[in-house]
């Protein structure tokens, strides 16, 4: 015995059932009403649910319940994501940014400066130079009148002016920036903006009348050096030796040095100068071996170390960053490489200037600076500053607490400093350094500050000190003014947010005082209806409702009806006058407020729906026999079998809506009679009377004018069923003719290849006309009629005729020989294609063409394979005698010559090729099109991929959107046009499969691309090409980056630094070519 088990239905296990609405309390009561016309007070207690018991606690607020309030605002310690309820924090975070947030910490802590897109170079110089007490003095004691005729000067008084003594954390630099006209979305060299930034200074300060001010670039940062060549035969220096030459930084190489000791050493040694190179003394008038070295002759009170961290690449013709560790002291005896050594020349590490990233026109600059009132080191990144405490790349191991923000770019340790991107360091070993060594892959440049100097030390004395407490005059109350607004904004923030803080409070109270007291008992007779979104929205919006609005549940009669009762509640009457009172609005709606008139309406429709759904019911067996084919007896009446079919499918059994469509809507025509029933969507079936009639009374209560009556005897109307016949014999007569062409054509019809003959003679028709003929001739059911006729063969034929020759514009697709035959290549869309001449002459009786009109063609062949061409007239001639020969007889007599298809008239080529140009040209002009790249591994591609190309015709291909890899590597597809460069492809490449540039052997299919400023349409790259790569593995790896920002930087800066700024115009063209030669 074989039991099967049905599966058990859970489609609709989670769903709610729905109640029957006949046995619903509220279908009794209108059954009642509509019976009695009378409305008793539980009569409205029930259908306007006002027994329903006071609920706590709910999920949510009850649709079903006027009395629940639950869910209007949250639950103790609930928030929400926005309104009154949201979290206080939130709250006071659309009151917008807090100006206290940017309070500075103290007076002590220094204050950042704003990045204005890419200023962090011109920021971490400022820092550099404000934080110099000397230097910051002398801008201090600059004349008024001074500042006002220099706006550099004055914005530069005002920055370091705010700096010093503004209550906010940053300062903005936009109007120092916009003074020196930079563009603030560039980013340069920070050495060269100090190197032009002190040239303009020192030209400006020159007309100030306070000595200390006017010479405090040259007194600070000014030292001097020689360039001492000596013979080596007589000991003599040259003439020029003892030219003084002046200096602001000292360049020193690091690349293949490790400290800044070794660094000097390499600054100030000796060079031979012998063989080509030798010397031509004055004294022993000879060219002669000599050395020539750089002789430090004085020292400024602050030098500055530019350490050459990029290197020009030949190979590239781009400039890299030298990344390695690179160690400093952090006291350094300068004594020793005076030209007259002193004893005592100390200087203290005072500044580092930081370069964080791979490119030379990139990357972010940051400063390390320390306070030479108290020791202490700060990190300037902008508008950040942190403390480093006392070294300066933060505190040493043992003394440091493990604290979040501690800046980890070196760490000091007793002998040395090492940067946490690389565990080398350098031991303090050289006679010049003193004290403890750092070390950083970063430092771009140092300042050293002198703090011991002997007799012999550059005079520095008329450096003018102010007291670091104080301002001048002229900036005090410009300052106090500033600090005041600030301090103001401050206020009213803090003051508004107070404010706010206590209305919400006081809101929240309101609501819940309000909420708490809304509920009425179910037996009080005493409320008043509110609209529940009107609730809603005061109690849950930071700002209520102007006046309360009670329209969205008022009937026309200007009652409350119970159709609403889902969307309004019973207040309590202390409730309703407490909104009443404060808000105002209405209109007051009571208990006493509910409305007869639609109460009785309401029982109508219900007992009128009850009545329909009975109908339905037992008429419906009776419906589903007249759809089974049953005719009915008696009395019957035509109607839509659609319309009837979906009238029993309605899951809704009350009365169809007044969108619905009368039963003979789609049997009446135009005319207003029945349709034939072979007419579109006319399909009908008979129903009994008793069907009609209920269909009929009720819809026709509603739409009157959409029920017509067709009775079973009822004839079709006679206009339409002569056109529906006309159309009938219109399409039997076109069937007919398909019928007649399709015999004519038979070898046609199937569209394959036929055998050509030599010596017979062809036509030609375009192959795109005679696969839309196809089509045509072999439609059939409803398409016989609707599909569009070919155009007409002689204006075809007549448009392949250039008007300049009268040739033929088109050329006849190509031949394919095996087996000793000859058959034509076939195409839907391209080219033209032979005919039999039977078939042509059948064609110009059928599609209204002159036969002599026509594009002959026959099997030549041509003397040679080089001679091949299309109508050519030097081919070797058919003679009448070799009609039917086969091609191997053909080319036993002609000596196995090549055959091509000979036309009159001949191909136009003239004509073909300059289309064919521009089609090239407007196929090459594409935007955003694939291509495919395989990286092969080996030395050469496989010959599939070589011919991947050439194999598929270019409006057919298709390449996947995802790289993949295969058997050969791997490859990638990629989005370009015809504008893209090669450059540009490469540089796609080199990012998906990671292949240098140079490295990139580029091919499609057996030729190299090469020439990196031609666009792929120069090349002759079109969409869904399949192009190979090879690593040639001859040029080091690097990173992509250095390579995109080096692209962009050139392209925004086009080597033009700061030209057109302030920093140039007064400096000499010179100075800027020696600024970017030493870069």
């Known amino acids: 015995m074989v039991i099967t088990m049905s599966r058990p239905n859970t489609r609709n296990k989670n769903k709610r059932p729905r109640a029957d609405e006949s046995e619903s309390p509220s279908a009794a009561v209108f059954k009642k009403i509509h019976s009695t016309g009378d409305i008793s007070k539980s009569d409205i207690r029930q259908l306007y649910m006002v027994w329903k018991p006071l609920c706590h606690g709910c999920h949510g607020n009850s649709k079903d319940s006027p009395n629940c309030f639950c869910g209007l605002i949250p639950t103790a310690n609930g928030?929400?994501?926005?309104?009154?309820?949201?979290?206080?924090?939130?709250?006071?975070?659309?009151?917008?940014?807090?100006?206290?947030?940017?309070?500075?910490?103290?007076?002590?802590?220094?204050?950042?400066?704003?990045?204005?897109?890419?200023?962090?170079?011109?920021?971490?110089?400022?820092?550099?130079?404000?934080?110099?007490?000397?230097?910051r003095s002398g801008i201090f004691s600059l004349e008024p009148d001074i500042l006002k005729k220099h706006p550099v000067l004055d914005q530069l008084a005002r920055l370091f002016a705010q700096l010093h003594s503004s209550k906010m954390a940053f300062i903005d630099s936009a109007p120092f920036i916009k003074a020196l006209e930079l563009d603030n979305g560039v980013q340069q060299d920070s050495h060269e903006f100090l190197t032009l930034f002190l040239s303009l200074l020192e030209q400006s300060l020159s007309h100030s009348k306070v000595s200390g001010a006017r010479t405090i670039v040259q007194h600070l940062f000014r030292g001097s050096v020689s360039h001492v060549t000596r013979c080596s035969s007589c000991g003599k220096d040259s003439a020029a030796s003892s030219k003084m030459e002046d200096f602001y930084e000292l360049e020193l190489n690091i690349k293949g040095l490790n400290n800044l000791e070794e660094s000097l050493n390499d600054y100030f040694s000796e060079e031979a100068l012998d063989g080509e190179n030798q010397y031509f003394c004055e004294s022993c008038q000879k060219r002669v071996d000599a050395t020539r070295c750089i002789k430090l002759r004085s020292l400024p009170p602050v030098v500055n170390f530019q350490l050459k961290r990029?290197?020009?690449?030949?190979?590239?013709?781009?400039?890299?960053?030298?990344?390695?560790?690179?160690?400093?002291?952090?006291?350094?005896?300068?004594?020793?490489?005076?030209?007259?050594?002193?004893?005592?020349?100390?200087?203290?590490?005072?500044?580092?200037?930081?370069?964080?990233?791979?490119?030379?026109?990139?990357?972010?600059?940051?400063?390390?600076?320390?306070?030479?009132?108290?020791?202490?080191?700060?990190?300037?990144?902008?508008?950040?500053?942190?403390?480093?405490?006392?070294?300066?790349?933060?505190?040493?191991?043992?003394?440091?607490?493990?604290?979040?923000?501690?800046?980890?770019?070196?760490?000091?340790?007793?002998g040395s400093v090492t940067n946490n991107n690389n565990n080398a360091h350098q031991e303090a070993a050289s006679t010049?350094?003193?004290?403890?060594?750092?070390?950083?892959?970063?430092?771009?440049?140092?300042?050293?500050?002198?703090?011991?100097?002997?007799?012999?030390?550059?005079?520095?004395?008329?450096?003018?000190e102010i007291n670091n407490d104080s301002l001048p005059h002229h900036f005090l109350d410009e300052i106090n003014e500033l600090n005041a607004s600030y301090v103001k904004s401050c206020e009213e923030y803090q003051s508004k947010k107070d404010s706010h803080l206590v209305y919400i409070t006081e809101r929240r109270q309101e609501v819940k005082s309000v909420l708490t007291e809304a509920p009425v008992n179910p037996e009080d007779d005493s409320y008043f209806w509110i609209?529940?979104?009107?609730?809603?929205?005061?109690?849950?919006?930071?700002?209520?409702?102007?006046?309360?609005?009670?329209?969205?549940?008022?009937?026309?009669?200007?009652?409350?009806?119970?159709?609403?009762?889902?969307?309004?509640?019973?207040?309590?009457?202390?409730?309703?006058?407490?909104?009443?009172?404060?808000?105002?609005?209405?209109?007051?709606?009571?208990?006493?407020?509910?409305?007869?008139?639609?109460?009785?309406?309401g029982a109508k429709s219900a007992v009128s729906a009850d009545v329909y759904r009975d109908r339905k019911a037992s008429l419906k067996n009776l419906a589903e026999a007249v759809l089974a084919g049953n005719n009915p007896d008696g009395p019957s009446?035509?109607?839509?079998?659609?319309?009837?079919?979906?009238?029993?499918?309605?899951?809704?059994?009350?009365?169809?809506?007044?969108?619905?469509?009368?039963?003979?809507?789609?049997?009446?025509?135009?005319?207003?009679?029945?349709?034939?029933?072979?007419?579109?969507?006319?399909?009908?079936?008979?129903?009994?009377?008793?069907?009609?009639?209920?269909?009929?009374?009720?819809?026709?209560?509603?739409?009157?004018?959409?029920?017509?009556?067709?009775?079973?005897?009822?004839?079709?109307?006679?206009?339409?069923?002569?056109?529906?016949?006309?159309?009938?014999?219109?399409?039997?007569?076109?069937?007919?003719?398909?019928?007649?062409?399709?015999?004519?054509?038979?070898?046609?019809?199937?569209?394959?290849?036929?055998?050509?003959?030599?010596?017979?003679?062809?036509?030609?028709?375009?192959?795109?006309w005679l696969s839309e003929w196809r089509t045509y001739i072999t439609a059939t059911g409803k398409n016989i009629s609707s599909l569009p006729e070919p155009q007409s063969l002689e204006a075809i034929v007549n448009s392949l005729i250039c008007e300049k020759h009268s040739r033929l514009l088109q050329r006849p697709l190509d031949l394919v020989c095996k087996r000793g035959s000859a058959t034509q290549k076939t195409s839907n869309t391209d080219g033209l294609t032979m005919i039999p001449e039977s078939d042509w002459k059948l064609f110009s009786e059928e599609w209204s063409a002159t036969r002599g009109k026509g594009i002959s063609a026959e099997i030549a062949f041509s003397k040679s394979s080089q001679d091949k061409l299309y109508g050519s007239s030097e081919a070797m001639p058919i003679m009448d005698g070799d009609v039917g020969q086969s091609l191997d007889d053909a080319n036993d007599g002609l000596g196995a010559r090549e055959p091509y298809v000979k036309?009159?008239?001949?191909?136009?080529?003239?004509?073909?090729?300059?289309?064919?140009?521009?089609?090239?040209?407007?196929?090459?002009?594409?935007?955003?099109?694939?291509?495919?790249?395989?990286f092969v591994r080996g030395k050469e591609a496989p010959k599939s991929i070589k011919e991947a190309s050439k194999a598929v015709p270019a409006s057919d291909r298709r390449t996947s959107k995802r790289s993949r890899r295969t058997s050969l590597g791997n490859s990638i597809s990629l989005k370009v046009s015809g504008s893209t460069s090669v450059y540009q492809l490469k540089l796609m490449i080199w990012e998906s499969l990671g292949i240098v540039k140079e490295n990139q052997k580029l091919h499609k299919g057996s030729v190299e691309i090469e020439d990196?400023?031609?666009?792929?349409?120069?090349?002759?790259?079109?969409?869904?090409?399949?192009?190979?790569?090879?690593?040639?593995?001859?040029?080091?790896?690097?990173?992509?980056?250095?390579?995109?920002?080096?692209?962009?930087?050139?392209?925004?800066?086009?080597?033009?630094?700061?030209?057109?700024?302030?920093?140039?115009?007064?400096?000499?063209?010179?100075?800027?070519?020696?600024?970017?030669f030493s870069e």
């Open 531 to 601: 609209s529940t979104d009107w609730l809603r929205q005061w109690a849950d919006n930071i700002t209520p409702p102007s006046s309360i609005d009670n329209g969205p549940i008022q009937c026309e009669h200007g009652k409350v009806t119970a159709s609403k009762v889902t969307s309004m509640k019973r207040l309590s009457a202390v409730a309703w006058m407490k909104l009443f009172s404060k808000y105002g609005g209405g209109p007051t709606l009571s208990s006493d407020d509910f409305c007869m008139e639609c109460l009785k309406d």
């Open 432 to 464: 010049s350094t003193v004290g403890e060594m750092f070390s950083s892959t970063d430092a771009y440049m140092l300042m050293y500050k002198c703090t011991s100097k002997d007799e012999n030390a550059t005079e520095s004395n008329n450096i003018l």
């Open 1012 to 1076: 990196d400023f031609a666009t792929l349409a120069d090349k002759s790259i079109f969409p869904g090409d399949v192009l190979w790569v090879r690593d040639s593995e001859i040029h080091e790896n690097r990173d992509i980056a250095d390579e995109i920002s080096e692209q962009k930087a050139d392209i925004l800066q086009a080597e033009e630094g700061f030209r057109g700024t302030l920093l140039t115009s007064s400096v000499s063209a010179q100075l800027c070519e020696d600024i970017s």
């Open 310 to 414: 990029y290197v020009f690449l030949p190979k590239t013709t781009m400039k890299k960053k030298i990344s390695s560790t690179f160690s400093f002291p952090g006291q350094l005896d300068m004594g020793k490489r005076l030209s007259n050594p002193s004893s005592s020349y100390t200087y203290d590490l005072v500044a580092i200037l930081i370069h964080k990233g791979t490119g030379a026109n990139s990357g972010h600059y940051v400063a390390h600076i320390k306070d030479e009132s108290n020791g202490q080191w700060w990190e300037f990144d902008d508008e950040t500053v942190s403390k480093l405490g006392l070294h300066p790349f933060g505190e040493k191991p043992g003394k440091s607490s493990n604290k979040d923000d501690k800046k980890s770019q070196g760490i000091s340790t007793a």
């Open 79 to 135: 928030v929400r994501k926005s309104g009154l309820w949201q979290k206080t924090q939130e709250i006071v975070r659309g009151l917008g940014p807090n100006p206290s947030k940017d309070l500075r910490d103290s007076a002590e802590t220094p204050a950042g400066l704003t990045n204005l897109g890419a200023t962090c170079y011109a920021n971490s110089i400022l820092q550099c130079l404000y934080m110099n007490i000397s230097f």
């Open 903 to 934: 036309t009159d008239p001949e191909v136009c080529e003239e004509c073909i090729g300059e289309r064919e140009s521009c089609a090239l040209v407007e196929k090459l002009n594409y935007q955003n099109e694939d291509i495919h790249v395989y």
């Open 637 to 768: 009446y035509f109607i839509s079998r659609t319309w009837l079919t979906q009238w029993l499918r309605k899951k809704n059994v009350d009365i169809p809506s007044d969108a619905d469509n009368g039963p003979t809507s789609a049997l009446r025509c135009c005319h207003g009679h029945l349709l034939p029933e072979h007419a579109p969507g006319a399909k009908r079936v008979s129903v009994p009377e008793s069907l009609w009639l209920f269909l009929y009374e009720t819809i026709s209560a509603r739409k009157a004018d959409d029920v017509v009556t067709f009775p079973s005897d009822c004839q079709p109307c006679e206009i339409c069923s002569q056109e529906l016949s006309d159309v009938a014999s219109v399409e039997g007569n076109l069937r007919a003719v398909k019928l007649k062409q399709r015999q004519n054509h038979e070898k046609l019809i199937s569209g394959k290849n036929f055998t050509l003959h030599p010596g017979q003679k062809y036509y030609l028709v375009p192959s795109s």
